[in-house]
């Protein structure tokens, strides 16, 4: 069954720390794949996004993620965080030919001071 | 701002009855997705409608029906409602119908079944 996972439920971290989120899916066939973030009270909004090419993609608000076809993973790095990134985060998937997007559950990032 | 508008924000009902969201997606967009956010399920994609046509469903009961009109707002119905349909209901548009385009959402309507 095409499926995606996401690891962590919260992931805290230090200000100006680095942070990893993870995302691992399941599919049989070619996929896009997308993360997005969830400000308190706040839609979602797309932070990135990998449809092909390099599988190095950046975002907005220094994020990237790197798409890895081997290990059906695409997480989800910054390498220094700030009290703004407070929110949470989700990997999503879409497979070639469906229109569909399926979201994890969701990552909350907590940034401690 | 998105550009994505939904009403209304909050929506507090009894069980067995029925309410209307409404979304009206951004400038130009064609598409609307309707999608249900809550905290067992996570966040569930319902239905897509492109340029007035159905276009893909997800998990989407019976109970629930949508809509898109000419001028491209969208409805979402919900009926006999139970507590498990207590969510937030989010509407995302984009320009195209593939997942390729990227979704703009709106700020969501809360709906408390009581």
């Known amino acids: 069954a095409q499926s995606v996972t996401q690891l962590d439920s919260q992931v805290p971290v230090f200000e100006e720390a680095p942070v990893e989120l993870r995302c691992n899916y399941s599919s049989s066939v070619s996929v896009y794949l997308f993360w997005y973030v969830q400000y308190p009270n706040q839609g979602l909004q797309l932070l990135l996004k990998?449809?092909?090419?390099?599988?190095l993609v950046k975002g907005i608000n220094g994020f990237e993620a790197e798409f890895n076809k081997s290990q059906t993973s695409f997480h989800l790095r910054k390498p220094s965080v700030h009290i703004s990134d407070t929110a949470e985060y989700f990997c999503a998937v879409s497979f070639y030919g469906d229109d569909k997007i399926i979201f994890g559950k969701g990552t909350r990032l907590h940034i401690l001071p | 701002d998105s550009g994505v508008t939904q009403t209304p924000k909050h929506l507090i009902t009894a069980t067995g009855q029925r309410v209307t969201l409404r979304c009206s997606p951004r400038s130009g967009d064609l598409s609307v997705y309707w999608y249900q956010q809550s905290l067992d399920q996570g966040l569930q994609f319902l239905i897509q409608?492109?340029?007035?046509?159905?276009?893909a469903k997800g998990n989407i009961l019976e109970r629930f029906s949508a809509q898109q009109f000419p001028d491209l707002h969208s409805e979402l119905n919900l009926s006999s409602l139970e507590l498990g349909d207590s969510a937030l209901y989010f509407c995302?548009?984009?320009?195209?119908?593939?997942?390729?385009?990227?979704?703009?959402f709106g700020p969501g309507t809360r709906l408390t079944v009581t």
């Open positions: 995302a548009s984009s320009v195209g119908a593939g997942a390729s385009y990227e979704q703009y």
């Open positions: 990998y449809l092909s090419g390099s599988t």
């Open positions: 409608y492109y340029n007035g046509e159905e276009r």
